[in-house]
Each structure stands twice: as structure tokens, then as C-alpha cells.
């Protein structure tokens, strides 16, 4: 059973940055970032295949957030600049067992995180 856990998770300033990390603890294929906020549903934030070529964004994040990978790590990132409150919320991580290109639904995926709180101020 693979494990996957989030970090970075902080209060910041609108504008601000920060930089999530999930770690696996075995071997996944394509990865994902999820956000969710209270009284919302899991929404998708970004999401990149297995060799890390290809990666998708929700247009609500387009040109602010990058997601990467290191699979040497097993690591999977997501770069956040400048920042709104619209984008506080939870962020899990989500990975796939047989997927190698990251679907934007959620139910696709077979691992999940316990969530890292980003919480940005006005």
C-alpha cells in the first residue's frame, strides 16, 4: 500500500508564494494535486504524468501554480505564487497505480494524502 504525505502547507500573504512536497513511499504513475475548501467540494489544481512531460492545470491556477516531479524522490511538487484568498483550502496529494497521464477527475485516482492546510490572508 503506497503512502503518500504532504508538506508545506502555511498561513501566508495574499501575493505571496509557497512550495508544497508530497512524498511516496513506492513506486506511482501519474500525480495530482487536489484543493478543498470549507463547505466545497475536492476540486483539481494540477496534475502531471509519470515521465513528467505532459501536466495540466485548472484555470483557476494557469500561470500562477507549476506542478513537477522528481521520481529519483518520489516526490511530487506544486510552486504557488502569487497567491489569492480564493486559494485557501486544503491541498491533497493523489497519485495512480496504473494511470501515466493524470486524469482531472478524482476518482481515477488510488492513493491519497491527509492534506496540508494553505491558508492565504487578504
Known amino acids: 500500500q503506497v503512502q503518500l504525505v504532504e508538506s508545506g502547507g502555511s498561513l501566508v500573504q495574499a501575493g505571496g508564494s509557497l512550495r508544497l512536497s508530497c512524498v511516496s513511499s513506492?513506486?506511482?504513475?501519474?500525480m495530482a494535486w487536489f484543493r478543498q475548501a470549507p463547505g466545497k467540494e475536492r476540486e483539481f489544481v494540477a496534475g502531471?504524468?509519470?515521465?513528467?512531460?505532459?501536466?495540466n492545470y485548472a484555470d483557476s491556477v494557469k500561470g500562477r501554480f507549476t506542478i513537477s516531479r522528481d521520481n529519483a524522490k518520489i516526490t511530487v511538487y506544486l510552486q504557488m505564487n502569487s497567491l489569492k484568498p480564493e486559494d485557501t483550502a486544503v491541498y491533497y496529494c493523489?497519485?495512480?497505480?496504473?494511470?501515466?497521464?493524470?486524469?482531472?477527475?478524482?476518482?481515477?485516482?488510488?492513493?491519497w494524502g491527509q492534506g496540508t492546510q494553505v491558508t492565504v490572508s487578504s
Open positions: 493523489a497519485a495512480c497505480s496504473v494511470l501515466r497521464i493524470a486524469p482531472r477527475e478524482a476518482g481515477p485516482y488510488d492513493y
Open positions: 513506492g513506486r506511482t504513475f501519474a
Open positions: 502531471i504524468s509519470w515521465s513528467g512531460a505532459s501536466t
